[in-house]
């Protein structure tokens, strides 16, 4: 006579594999979003470059300052400082070329340029 199984007994045996599934799913799911990433010729050549800082500085200083602050404290946009810590370095490329989070505007600075921003914003 086979045992069945009652019904505490199923939901933690579906718990269980809805968990697993969910473990399973996030590092592929991270891992796709990389190799998207990574796959885009523009970031590609941005994260092949060495960025200057102090260029950037001056570029964020021409294009971002208005609404970020001086010293990328926040102004009108929000601070900018330790932002490398909250967001990637594709993260970072994204928002300034995408223009996603209005009154943001779309930005499509050379790759150098770009390099040069990141390295300042990793300063930050």
Known sequence: MDKQLTKPETLIQWIALSALAILIAIPLAIFGVQIVQASDPYVKDVLSLTGNSVQGKAIFQTNCAVCHGWEADGF??????????????????????????????????????MADLLSYLESL
């Open 76 to 113: 009108v946009g929000p601070s900018l400082q330790a932002v490398s810590k909250r967001k990637s370095r594709y993260g970072l490329i994204n928002q300034v070329i995408s223009g996603k989070t209005p009154p943001m505007p779309k930005f499509q600075p050379s790759t150098q340029e």
